[in-house]
Nanobody, 111 residues
Framework: QVQLVESGGGLVQPGGSLRLSCAAS????????MAWYRQAPGKERELVAR???????NYADSVKGRFTISRDNARRMVYLQMNSLKPEDTAVYYC?????WGQGTQVTVSS
């Protein structure tokens, strides 16, 4: 079964940056659409960004212009560069492929 392992979360001040990474295994990575979701306390899980096998991306309106999703097919990795972070970005961030989910990584934006 597909395995997704996230890393890179942490505590950052408002306006700061973080880069999340997701390592994928047991997947035909090169033809897979990959995505990042997040879930804040008391809220539903929401799509943050998605990238297709061809590199087409789409973003939630709340992160457009601040977050960038990318992928490295050779390394079977997907990334989420997060800039100009806001307290409302605080959430557990999950890597996703179809029905497979990683364990999540906590991102906390606070002064």
């Amino acid at each position: 079964q597909v395995q997704l392992v996230e890393s890179g979360g942490g505590l950052v001040q408002p306006g700061g940056s973080l880069r999340l990474s997701c390592a994928a295994s047991r997947i035909i990575f090169g033809i897979s659409t990959m995505a990042w979701y997040r879930q804040a306390p008391g809220k539903e899980r929401e799509l943050v960004a998605r990238i297709t096998s061809g590199g087409t991306t789409n973003y939630a309106d709340s992160v457009k212009g601040r977050f960038t999703i990318s992928r490295d097919n050779a390394r079977r990795m997907v990334y989420l560069q997060m800039n100009s972070l806001k307290p409302e970005d605080t959430a557990v961030y999950y890597c996703n492929n179809d029905n497979a989910w990683g364990q999540g990584t906590q991102v906390t934006v606070s002064s």
